[in-house]
């Protein structure tokens, strides 16, 4: 069974690990890499992430790799191997990270969809 760590608690562990000044940018380099386009560019992203942050804040770098490929599991799923059901009814369509909660989503036209919405 694949695991899949939330990527809304990892993006908060990151900005919990840097000065607030740091914020702004280590989330637009989170985002850039939890949504790029295919796996490829996940990976490539990570990496950069990784390096750029290592010189920037060597806690949000170590933060990142102490979450190993658990948090890019999603990279390795077909989109339509999973819905995810909510307690309110609310089914998420293939396609979409399952483990972001929909109030911290930030849509993306080609990935994000909500069955019934």
């Not at 990496?47 to 060597?58: D, E, P």
């Not at 999603?74 to 307690?87: E, G, K, V």
Request: with cysteine; charged share 30%; aromatic share 8%.
């Amino acid at each position: 069974m694949a695991v899949q760590r939330c990527t809304v608690h990892k993006h908060r562990n990151l900005l919990a690990h840097a000065p607030e000044r740091l914020h702004e940018e280590i989330s637009n380099d989170y985002r850039d890499m939890i949504y790029a386009a295919t796996r490829g560019e996940v990976e490539t992203r990570r990496k950069a992430f990784i390096r750029k942050w290592r010189l920037k804040s060597r806690a949000v770098a170590d933060s990142l790799e102490e979450a190993g490929d658990k948090l890019f599991t999603f990279t390795r799923i077909a989109c339509t191997s999973f819905l995810t059901a909510y307690d309110d009814g609310r089914v998420i369509a293939p396609c979409v990270q399952p483990t972001i909660a929909l109030s911290d989503r930030i849509r993306h036209p080609n990935l994000w969809q909500v069955a019934g919405a």
